[in-house]
T-cell receptor, first 114, second 113 residues
């Protein structure tokens, strides 16, 4: 079974703080993704990576950055957290670039910025 | 207009009912059509997917795509309380060398005993 784990289930941060969300997958998947999920809006893609040290912007990258130093780990960074970044953050991985549609998700991190 | 529209529900049915969950989409370039199930306070889990038009069956679940009308359906037979969850459709676009999932907002389903 694919296992995607995220460092925290719940996180509360203050406006202006730098926030790190960590994601680890144990299935040697090439691709990793970060989404945020908000009521009525569905999942929106923030960043993705198809290889180590590689990153691509998704639909809503503003205010975020990512890091992928190892194949199994993909980090999302909020440089200066703002209240509009309060959301559920979901990490996903998929086996290969040509199977990028087959995505497996972690349990999510519910981030509240006050 | 959103690329993928999905009725948010909630849809409440008795145990044993046949459930129909639907999405419409606007982009004819979509080729794969994914269905995810998300339990409360959990991440989405891949349920099944189809390629292009037609039906695909997996146990009590059937996914159907009608590309001519841009309509995606998921049918659940003999629904169980354990099927209570939010169901997300996600057509796939091939863009810039990558597969990109375009998620609907999800339909919340409640199956009561």
């Amino acid at each position: 079974d694919v296992k995607v784990t995220q460092s925290s289930r719940y996180l509360v941060k203050r406006t202006g703080e730098k926030v790190f969300l960590e994601c680890v997958q144990d299935m040697d998947h090439e691709n990793m993704f970060w989404y945020r999920q908000d009521p009525g809006l569905g999942l929106r893609l923030i960043y993705f990576s198809y290889d180590v040290k590689m990153k691509e912007k998704g639909d809503i990258p503003e205010g975020y950055s990512v890091s992928r130093e190892k194949k199994e780990r993909f980090s999302l960074i909020l440089e200066s957290a703002s209240t509009n970044q309060t959301s559920m953050y979901l990490c996903a991985s998929s086996p290969r670039r040509d199977r990028g549609y087959e995505q497996y998700f972690g349990p999510g991190t519910r981030l509240t910025v006050t | 207009q959103k690329e993928v529209e999905q009725d948010p529900g909630p849809l409440s049915v008795p145990e044993g009912a046949i459930v129909s969950l639907n999405c419409t989409y606007s982009n004819s370039a979509f080729q794969y059509f994914m269905w995810y199930r998300q339990y409360s306070r959990k991440g989405p889990e891949l349920l099944m997917y189809t390629y292009s038009s037609g039906n695909k069956e997996d146990g009590r679940f059937t996914a159907q795509v009608d590309k001519s009308s841009k309509y995606i359906s998921l049918f659940i037979r003999d629904s169980q309380p354990s099927d209570s969850a939010t169901y997300l459709c996600a057509p796939v676009m091939f863009s810039g060398g990558y597969n990109k999932l375009i998620f609907g907002a999800g339909t919340r389903l409640a199956v009561h005993p």
